[in-house]
């Protein structure tokens, strides 16, 4: 497969700083809102937001065939609607535009004010408008961690694990963009040792490390995606802070899993990176033989990605502290085959669902991709440069987390998102 985008050689007329996640290989694609309360569908070379809108208006995608009013909306949704031949020609176009050689949009400087941004004049939005919003959990490492401490360290994994992308719906009412600040939310939860609830602030705030894919139209109701096409489904990838509240998780879980522990707020970063973006870092994923998968979910070939995560704690006073350093390709269900098991029973997926990964833990200690299991439920606290200890997530702590792949001195990254729990707002009966 030969995309031009992605040629390692391209270099761009704009500014890029070696270290940013945003070369010309990049081109994502996201929303944001310029000074004059304009609405822009964009992509995003280094620290320059650019408007797709204004580059329809000036017919630079005119020998495209697709309608370029999508480029015109509030949400990438109808812009993913599209199809993935879409995605791919606006994206290798991108590229040609901002290409060194290429003078058309570089020598046109009255052009070039309408079409390019500074980052930071404008106001970088939640890219599409998320339909559903459904889970996975899909990390070996993570389930095996969490069965340990929430039921039994000798059959940590439950039997279905090994044979099903294990997921449950959430809620996309609260799916908030990198930036906007999270209240600790309150609720029940057990004492240990008690057998009544209490009322009152979740004490365990924590965050889980994720990756999201956003779907096109996958499918019509009834009808399945097989998993050998679901990657065509697949637009592209954020990063994903899963808010949760272990307290109230404990408590609340039993029988029909996650509920006000975790819709209080998921945060997503806000330019999405295509698929076609991460090709060149496509690598295996787990070995799945024991057991092996139904036939339904089993694929050749690799459908895992290798992107870089880690999560960063930024205290109140300014310090900081990485906490988590993760790997998407640790992940033993490929999206693939979460997505073929998400619409085998005929369930529609549209353009612009989410689909959280699960949290990304690895095998060691400091790759766990939850406080949860960093501190092995509070029992082994981090150390901040400040001197102070954290074992779960305190008011106005910063939760930062940021994703990269690096492959032939190309860098391709996510950004971050990044969001701060406020304390709680005061609850009156
Ligand atoms: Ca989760």
Redesign the pocket.
């Known amino acids: 497969m030969n995309i031009f985008a992605n040629n390692p050689a391209l270099k761009s007329w704009l500014e890029v700083s070696a270290q940013s996640d945003f070369p010309i290989q990049n081109i994502p694609f996201g929303v944001f809102t310029d000074e004059n309360d304009r609405v822009h569908i964009a992509t995003r070379i280094g620290d320059y937001a650019i408007s797709l809108s204004v580059l329809e208006e000036l017919g630079y995608f005119i020998d495209i065939d697709f309608d370029g009013e999508v480029l015109h909306d509030e949400t990438l949704n109808a812009f993913i609607s599209e199809g993935k031949a879409v995605w791919r020609a606006v994206r290798n176009r991108i590229a040609e535009i901002f290409e060194a050689n290429n003078p058309k949009l570089r020598d046109d400087a009255e052009a070039r004010a309408e079409v390019i941004f500074d980052l930071d004049k404008v106001l970088v939005e939640l890219p599409v408008y998320v339909g559903d919003y459904t889970?996975f959990?899909s990390s070996r490492e993570h389930a095996t961690n969490v069965g340990m401490m929430f039921r039994d360290p000798n059959n940590a994994l439950l039997p279905n694990w090994l044979h099903i992308p294990v997921g449950y719906h959430g809620r996309s009412s609260t799916i908030v963009p990198s930036g906007v600040p999270v209240h600790r939310p309150v609720g029940q939860s057990l004492p240990k040792g008690e057998t009544l609830p209490v009322f009152g602030e979740s004490k365990r705030v924590d965050f889980?490390l994720?990756t999201a894919f956003i779907t096109t139209d996958a499918n019509e109701m009834g009808q399945r995606v097989p998993v050998e096409k679901a990657e065509d489904a697949i637009f592209g990838m954020v990063l994903l802070n899963?808010w949760?509240a272990r307290d109230i998780q404990a408590w609340e879980y039993v029988p029909l899993g996650?509920f006000l522990a975790?819709n209080f707020a998921s945060s997503i970063s806000c330019w999405v990176v295509a698929l076609d973006a991460l090709e060149p870092f496509r690598c295996a994923s787990p070995v799945q033989e024991e057991p092996k998968p139904l036939p339904y979910l089993q694929q050749t070939g690799d459908h895992a990605f290798d992107i870089n995560l880690e999560v960063i704690i930024e205290t109140e006073s300014g310090v900081s502290q990485t906490v988590c350093k993760s790997n998407f390709k640790y992940m033993y269900w490929t999206m693939s085959q979460q997505l073929a098991h998400h619409t085998v029973n005929g369930c529609l997926v549209s353009s612009g669902d989410l689909m959280?990964s699960?949290?990304i833990s690895g095998s060691e200690k400091d790759s766990f991709g939850s406080m949860l299991e960093l501190t092995w439920a509070g029992q082994n606290p981090i150390a901040m440069p400040d001197g102070t200890e954290r074992t779960f997530i305190q008011d106005n702590d910063t939760v930062v987390m940021k994703g990269y792949c690096e492959k032939d001195g190309v860098r391709i990254g996510f950004g971050e998102v990044s969001s701060k729990l406020l304390p709680a707002i005061p609850f009156v009966k």
Do not use: A
């Open positions: 889970d959990y889980e994720e899963d949760s996650p975790k959280g699960g949290t």
